[in-house]
T-cell receptor, first 115, second 111 residues
Framework: NAGVTQTPKFQVLKTGQSMTLQCAQD?????MSWYRQDPGMGLRLIHY???????DQGEVPNGYNVSRSTTEDFPLRLLSAAPSQTSVYFC??????????????FGQGTRLTVV | DAKTTQPPSMDCAEGRAANLPCNHS???????VYWYRQIHSQGPQYIIH???NNETNEMASLIITEDRKSSTLILPHATLRDTAVYYC????????????FGTGTKLQVIP
């Protein structure tokens, strides 16, 4: 059971480049989310999904796109990278609220630097 | 989700109990209290959760006041590996679990 897998672990981008951060979970969780964490800060929600085909914005969605074509995958796309997007990105997943165990499981993060 | 308030930092001597407080005075009746921790920029890790009864698992104990306006996470015998940022979150039991994190409490376990 791999849990939540994020790739890549590290990435350096030039300003204006685009890229996709990958997130996959093998626990059949309905809910998936993306967070960013800046140095010394808490986690801020970027986008989330309540199931395949359904996504919504979190606190800081600008500059990011998501889609959820399958239950397992929830990629995060940076459209045109900016230095302000330098951060650590975490993906999380959890079961729906009508289940016994609803805690979130997190990936190990993608450390992104935009130069 | 109800807003939670935690002290920014705490110290604890190794081997002693670490008691981490959380205030959630606006919590509603169907909101659970969840605790997570984040060790050195790793992904956050679930610790424990509860609604109104005290809870205990292999990692910690959770004490929720009778009025549910505050709670305390207890690590009974803190070790150096418990040095981490601890997050307290109040989450609605219905609908999507859009988990919002604050800045948490930085616990430093001192040898």
């Amino acid at each position: 059971n791999a849990g939540v897998t994020q790739t890549p672990k590290f990435q350096v981008l030039k300003t204006g480049q685009s890229m996709t951060l990958q997130c996959a979970q093998d626990m059949n969780h309905e809910y998936m989310s993306w967070y960013r964490q800046d140095p010394g800060m808490g986690l801020r929600l970027i986008h989330y999904s309540v199931g395949a085909g359904i996504t919504d914005q979190g606190e800081v969605p600008n500059g990011y796109n998501v889609s959820r074509s399958t239950t397992e995958d929830f990629p995060l796309r940076l459209l045109s990278a900016a230095p302000s997007q330098t951060s650590v990105y975490f993906c999380a997943s959890s079961y729906a609220s009508n289940r016994v165990r609803t805690e979130a499981f997190f990936g190990q993060g993608t450390r992104l630097t935009v130069v | 989700d109800a807003k939670t308030t935690q002290p920014p930092s705490m110290d604890c001597a190794e081997g002693r109990a670490a008691n981490l407080p959380c205030n959630h005075s606006t919590i509603s009746g169907n909101e659970y209290v969840y605790w997570y921790r984040q060790i050195h920029s790793q992904g956050p890790q679930y610790i424990i959760h509860g609604l109104k009864n005290n809870e205990t698992n292999e990692m910690a104990s959770l004490i929720i006041t009778e009025d549910r306006k505050s709670s305390t996470l207890i690590l009974p015998h803190a070790t150096l590996r418990d040095t981490a940022v601890y997050y307290c979150i109040a989450r609605n039991s219905g609908g999507y679990q859009k988990v919002t994190f604050g800045t948490g409490t930085k616990l430093q376990v001192i040898p």
